[in-house]
């Protein structure tokens, strides 16, 4: 027999319960990029100090995300309980702390960049549907406790009210979760959308031009087993995003303004952009959050419009400096004005590896410059460039302790042998990929066991702006030994062995690897 007590708790569940996911409904039917949970998500992180945000990015990967997500169900099933012990204590106890967290939600709501007053409707009705919910349930369990207190005739149906208003609850909260889903699923109409897109060929294609039936220019593979593909697949791209729910943008209303120090303002629509001269490019992406050897990186063929003929029509005043790009969620980058101006191919881009930017990767509309760390250039869900000057404005990283400037640093990675790696002796092939993106990778040097640098065999690299293959072929005897690697930039630039940590522009030092010969 089910104490009351333990009812009370069960009470406080339901009533929670049956809040929060009618607050999901209501967000994903009225403001799908913001929704309660999210909401307080995001706020949370904001106000986590730098360090923290580090420390969850290299423990958890991008899957910060739902770390955070998790400590915020177990706040709610731990504060649930408690609004219905509280209550069944004291009335409007319980109440009055739900109506607390309403009116937090309903702030970290309106601290979004992407929510509206509309976006409110969400918290209001997570709030008043749980204080109903308590309410009812736990007057019905003090109601059945009184008959029983009393051995009346009347606790039997008392009793049998309750649980039905419990079981009830219960089931139209199950439902609700249920249409919750189904309308999120129903904003795959944007994926949909994005499907039937259709790019338009390119005026300019990605040079070298690959040979016929192929992706991967002559020469730029080695085909070294275990080594990373040349061209990362965008399922298989990093992904670093500020924002709990990635924006839903549905691409035939999404438009970006140029605004700022300019001689006039430049509005653009998706349908524009399609229709102007696109040029192809392979660009390879740095997140400065990549730690020496880690995997924050990845190469795409981008499709899109040079950024400097968009700034062109708009006329950049000569005291500008920045560009402030600004995403719908609320992020971003404050980049150089002479990276998107100078002759390399900075893009506003539609397109990568020949299909529609992925949602995660910025749909319909991201930046991408070469040489620059993402965090300082590659704005996803990009919605206006502002003109302007680092004097005057600060980026989403600037602000949170990372530098304002962001050139990569040359870097390489050793992909094979692994760390740990038992490889049989004899010749043992050690490779890897390095990058120093605009300046290019001139080579690539390694080294067994703190011996002399030897070259390694490099590939053809595609273009500067993109990461490069190399593999050297070392006799070795059993044992354990330890590899490094280090890359020596167009510009004589040596990759640096000190090691340095990535806040706040960006790591350094020579990737370590050790392994078995057997
Ligand atoms: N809107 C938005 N754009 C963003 C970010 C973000 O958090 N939000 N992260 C930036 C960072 S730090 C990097 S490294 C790149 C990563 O791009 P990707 O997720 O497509 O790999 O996007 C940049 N653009
Ligand atoms: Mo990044």
Known sequence: MIRRRTWALACGVLAVALGVISGELAAAALSPSVTPVSAVGSSVIDVLPPGVKDWAIASFGTADKTVFLITIAVLITLVAPATGFLEYRRRFAGRAVIAGFGVLGAVAVASRPQSSLVSLVAPVVAA???????????????????????????????????????????????????????????????????????????????????????????????????????????????????????????????????????????????????????????????????????????????????????????????????????????????????????????????????????????????????????????????????????????????????SERGPVKTSSRIDVPRTNASVPAGDVVVGGVAWAQHRGVEAVEVRVDGGAWQRAELARPISADTWCQYRATLPLGSGTHTVQSRATDAEGGLQSDAFVDPAPDGAEGLHTVTFTVT
């Open 128 to 402: 008043v549907v749980a204080i109903l919910v308590l309410n009812a349930l736990v007057r019905a369990l003090r109601t059945w406790s009184r008959e029983a207190d009393q051995r009346r005739a009347e606790a039997a149906p008392a009793r049998r009210r309750f649980l039905q208003g419990a079981g009830g609850a219960a089931i139209v909260a199950a439902a609700t979760g249920v249409a919750a889903t189904g309308v999120r699923s129903s904003q795959s109409a944007v994926a949909q959308q994005r499907s039937t897109i259709e790019l338009p060929t390119p005026t300019v294609t990605a040079a070298p031009p690959p040979p016929e039936g192929s992706f991967i220019p002559e020469g730029a593979d080695l085909g070294v087993p275990g080594i990373s593909d040349l061209v990362t697949a965008n399922d298989d791209f990093y992904r670093i995003d500020t924002a709990l729910v990635v924006p839903v943008i549905d691409a035939s209303t999404w438009s970006l303004r140029v605004t700022g120090l300019v001689d006039r303002e430049v509005e653009i629509t998706f349908d524009e952009l399609l229709a102007l001269p696109l040029v192809e490019r392979y660009v390879t992406l740095a997140c400065v959050s990549n730690t020496v050897g880690g995997d924050l990186t990845g190469n795409a063929r981008w499709l899109g419009l040079p950024v400097r003929l968009l700034l062109a029509r708009a006329g950049v005043r000569p005291e500008a400096d920045m560009v402030l790009s600004r995403s719908v969620d609320g992020f971003t980058a404050g980049t150089p004005l002479e990276a998107l101006t100078d002759e390399r191919d900075s893009l506003l881009a539609v397109g990568m590896n020949g299909e529609p930017l992925p949602v995660e990767h910025g749909f319909p509309v991201r930046l991408v410059v070469p040489g620059l760390y993402g965090f300082v250039s590659a704005t996803k869900w990009v919605s206006e460039l502002r003109v302007t000057r680092f004097a005057d404005d600060k980026a989403y990283w600037s602000t949170r302790g990372w």
